[in-house]
């Protein structure tokens, strides 16, 4: 095995261990379950930023609740639109108890999480993965759990994870 393969090799495990670490550190309960807001709570404030997302996975968990995957465009892999773009998922989302929105900068990236995630991905398109997945938005009403996690240049490089925790409503 090469060095490039070896490090492509590394970062595919990295990137399934943080997304099972995601996954299981929130826990299994994340979902949907409308508080009973209006829609008002989906328009941003105002001077807010508004980006545009592509949502190309949605799914339901059984004991209720809702994940998305979405693809932004790669001009917002910086800290200060990854934060902006929390903010928006934020207002976006208030009426729920459960959310869990994993965002990519690529569609391709997004299209593989299923793969990566069994470890069913070639070393490219494992180093593809981790270089696009850039955010992950997770809510649970019943533990106070909500929290942006940003990775501008991806989550298989040397910075890794920044964590941004809202206050519990």
Same mark, same amino acid.
């Given at each position: 095995?090469?060095? @490039?393969? /070896?490090? #492509?090799? %590394?970062?595919?495990?990295?990137? *399934? ?7 299981? !550190?929130? $826990? ?15 328009? @941003?404030? /105002?001077? #807010?930023? %508004?980006?545009?997302?592509?949502? *190309? ?7 209720? !609740?809702? $994940? ?21 998922? %934020? ?79």
């Amino acid at each position: 095995m090469t060095g @490039p393969e /070896r490090t #492509a090799r %590394r970062i595919s495990k990295t990137a *399934v261990v943080a997304l099972v670490a995601i996954t299981c !550190g929130v $826990g299994v309960v994340l979902g949907l379950a409308r508080l009973g807001s209006d829609d008002s709570s989906a328009t @941003p404030g /105002r001077g #807010a930023e %508004r980006f545009a997302y592509q949502t *190309v996975e949605w799914w339901t968990i059984p004991a209720g !609740g809702f $994940g998305n995957v979405i693809v932004v465009d790669s001009s917002l892999r910086s800290e200060p639109k990854l934060r902006a773009l929390g903010e928006q998922l %934020r207002r976006e989302n208030e009426g729920y108890r459960y959310v869990f929105i994993e965002v990519f900068s690529n569609l391709r990236a997004a299209a593989l999480r299923d793969s990566a995630l069994a470890e069913r991905v070639s070393a490219e398109e494992a180093a593809l993965y981790a270089r696009h997945f850039i955010a992950s938005y997770v809510r649970n009403s019943h533990t106070g759990h909500h929290q942006l996690r940003i990775a501008p240049n991806g989550i298989g490089t040397e910075n890794g994870w920044e964590t941004i925790t809202y206050p519990p409503r």
